[in-house]
């Protein structure tokens, strides 16, 4: 990775993350929802990973011929991403992006999936969403508002209220999955943005 962005130098969510990727060594698993979303049809086009972590699924993504674009605040988790790329032969279909996604936005014209587990932030979906190619499928997992009964102090915006995402994504859509898994407290969805204009 390159320097770090000044802006990112004390941010708190890049000091966390880092703290925690420095303690636990190795990649993160593919996730089987992007499993599952990579083995659906998809227009041509290259598949952004938010908060990507250190990503099995952007390595999986990438080795089915796609270009990903991680993006991630954690320079540790990133750079642990591109060293496994190259060691793969795939640096060159990964493309790092350290940012606060809070403040990122994607270029156009788009990507055939958009994928995000493990991250919530009303905006960032929309935007999201926004970047989709038509025809394209937008992946996201998050905790629901029953994570907070075990874990009292995690803020209530990092949790999916009822009905949500889903409930958010703009015209355009069809669902294709959402659904609960009780044992984490965490919901996933699954939706492909029509290739035709917005019905
Ligand atoms: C729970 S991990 C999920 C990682 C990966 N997507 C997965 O499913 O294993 C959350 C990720 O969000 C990233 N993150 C947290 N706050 C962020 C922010 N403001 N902007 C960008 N990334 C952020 C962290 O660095 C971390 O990699």
């Known amino acids: 990775m390159e320097d770090v962005p000044s802006g990112l130098a004390g941010h708190p969510d890049r000091l966390r993350w880092n703290s925690k990727y420095e303690a636990a060594p190795g990649l ?3 996730h089987p929802l992007a499993e599952r979303a990579l083995a659906l ?13 250190p990503s099995g699924s952007a390595l999986l993504a990438a080795a089915a011929g796609r270009h990903v674009t991680a993006v991630d605040i954690s320079e540790i988790a990133l750079g642990r991403l591109g060293a496994q790329a190259r060691r793969r032969g ?9 940012a606060d996604l809070g403040g990122w936005r994607p270029e156009p014209p788009g990507y055939a999936l958009v994928l ?11 935007r999201a969403a926004g970047a989709v190619l038509p025809g394209g499928l937008l992946a996201w997992e998050a905790f629901t508002e029953d994570a907070r009964r075990d874990r009292p102090r995690m803020p209530a915006e990092w949790c999916l209220a009822a009905g949500e995402p889903a409930s958010l994504l703009p015209g355009g859509y069809t669902v ?3 659904a609960d898994d009780p044992a984490t407290a965490k919901r996933h969805l699954l939706a492909r943005r029509h290739s035709g204009p917005a019905r």
């Open 28 to 30: 993160s698993p593919v």
């Open 41 to 53: 049809p998809m227009p041509d086009g290259g598949v952004l990973d938010l908060a990507s972590g």
């Open 90 to 98: 795939l640096g060159s279909l990964i493309t790092l992006v350290q």
């Open 116 to 126: 995000c587990t493990g991250f919530w932030d009303r905006a960032v979906f929309g």
């Open 176 to 178: 294709l999955s959402q």
